[in-house]
């Protein structure tokens, strides 16, 4: 399948961490899924884990062209970790049918973080 997409992200931790000290668990209901959350919380390092999913969704946005525009809300984008594989993204909502318009029929995800920086890459396949 060819490459449709490249996004990429950055994010730094102490910034989504005080992004968290100012507006609580009101941001992480607003920016994650249910299943976003119960993954993050009960990682050693919930704030790394929260902000690498962060990076993800804004490395998904810039795949799909849309950044923040275009009705796509931060739930839409849904990072999933089953035990022992990669994360893969679920699309719902506005960012589902921007994608199909696209013809992106998958996007592969990578996470990683070190030096108090996230990053995540985005791939979006036809």
């Not at 507006?23 to 919930?46: I, M, N, P, W």
């Not at 946005?61 to 839409?76: E, H, Y």
Request: net charge positive; aromatic share 6%.
């Amino acid at each position: 399948m060819p490459i449709v997409a490249l996004g990429m992200d950055l994010a730094q931790i102490a910034r989504f961490e005080a992004a968290y000290a100012r507006h609580g668990d009101r941001l992480l209901e607003r920016v994650f899924t249910d299943g976003e959350r119960a993954y993050c919380d009960q990682r050693k390092s919930r704030m790394t884990n929260y902000t690498g999913r962060f990076a993800v969704k804004e490395a998904v946005m810039k795949v799909l062209g849309t950044g923040w525009a275009q009705g796509v809300a931060w739930r839409d984008i849904e990072v999933v970790r089953k035990s022992g594989e990669a994360p893969t993204v679920a699309l719902h909502g506005v960012a589902a049918r921007i994608a199909a318009t696209k013809g992106i029929a998958r996007i592969h995800v990578t996470i990683t973080h070190d030096a108090g920086i996230a990053a995540a890459v985005a791939v979006a396949e036809s």
